[in-house]
């Protein structure tokens, strides 16, 4: 696959999204239509679409035919995703004004529709995942990628690192913990997203633990890019303030290790995951282009 192929079919794919996002937002709002308005605000702002798109690449990669069952997954993940974000932008935590180049929710809509907007898309996204269970062929798919997605999201997963990283802002941090907080505020949503695609399609047991391996090192590795992006890109680049870790006082793995390192992480991470995945007894060559691409992304 050429860069430009890949480029047009990266693009169909969040086209693709987009319209499952709209189709799945809530529908026949009364009084309550400020928190509507504040959700589709928050879900629509644009991004990369990474969780939706990977968890659909596994959902292929083993075997899944039928993509409309999965689409209700898929507007789960990302509303699970969007609500943290929400929250992370909140004045009680990163306090950040801009997020993909727009004014965040809690400064259009109110602090106090912020937290309420991430709540919203928290309780929003199972109803959802739900719904879409009970259509499935196999309810019994349906109900392992819920298990997943339910634990991946709370405190064996993002919150629990989010939980972390709270407490230890401002205070030296050592590399276990550092690793910690990298393997469960952003690896777990993307192992949840290749897990939970793995499921669907009926994937075993070994092959779900194949592909949250693959999760873990995309975590891993796109963190740290985040992280050098911080210090090497610009807000028009990158859609938000730059330099907040620096603001904020976070231990990073390019303060902890040094930008060289972090460099060379990013680029170990991303090839052992494409490993893994070629040994697997199906291949998916967009999948294994767009795990190489997060090395040299930008923003």
């Known amino acids: ?41 928050s879900l629509m702002a644009g991004g990369k679409r990474l969780r939706p ?24 993940i990302e509303m699970i995703h969007t ?9 009680a935590m990163d306090n950040d004004e801009y997020r993909r180049g727009r004014k965040t929710t809690h400064i259009v809509y109110g602090e ?16 959802t995942a739900v719904e879409g269970a009970l259509k499935l062929k196999d309810p019994a798919n349906g109900l392992k990628a819920l298990q997943i997605l339910s634990r991946k999201a709370g405190v064996y997963g993002m919150v629990g ?28 949503l993307l192992e949840a997203s290749l897990m939970a695609g793995a499921a669907l399609a009926g994937a075993a047991e ?13 975590g891993l590795a796109f963190q740290i890019q985040d992280d050098i992006l911080d210090l090497t890109s610009t807000a028009e680049e990158l859609g938000k303030p ?16 040094g930008m060289r390192e972090a460099e060379e992480a990013v680029e170990e991470y991303s090839k052992e995951a494409v490993e893994i995945l070629e040994n697997l007894s199906e291949e998916n060559e967009f999948l294994d282009q767009l795990i190489v691409s997060l090395i040299h992304r930008k923003k």
Not at 25 to 32: G, S, W
Not at 206 to 214: L, M, N, P, S, T
Request: hydrophobic share 40%; glycine share 6%.
């Open 53 to 76: 798109m990977l968890m659909l690449e596994a959902y292929r990669l083993f075997g899944g035919s039928d993509e409309a069952e999965i689409e209700p997954f898929m507007a789960a």
């Open 112 to 127: 106090d529709m912020g937290i309420l907007a991430g709540d919203a898309l928290l309780n929003y996204a199972y109803e």
């Open 161 to 188: 690192g989010q939980v972390v990283d709270v407490e230890l802002t401002g205070k030296p941090i050592s590399e276990e913990q550092l690793d910690f907080i990298y393997r469960y505020k952003t690896s777990a």
């Open 206 to 218: 070994e092959e779900i633990a194949q592909i949250e391996c693959v999760g873990r090192l995309v």
């Open 1 to 41: 696959m050429t860069q430009e192929q890949f480029q047009d079919a990266l693009n169909a794919r969040v086209s693709t999204i987009e319209k499952v996002l709209v189709s799945a937002l809530p529908k026949n709002i009364t009084m309550q239509k400020t928190i509507a308005d504040a959700m589709e605000y």
């Open 242 to 257: 730059i330099g907040s870790d620096l603001r904020n006082e976070k231990t990073t793995y390019v303060s902890l290790h």
């Open 83 to 91: 609500y943290s974000l929400v929250h992370d932008d909140l004045p």
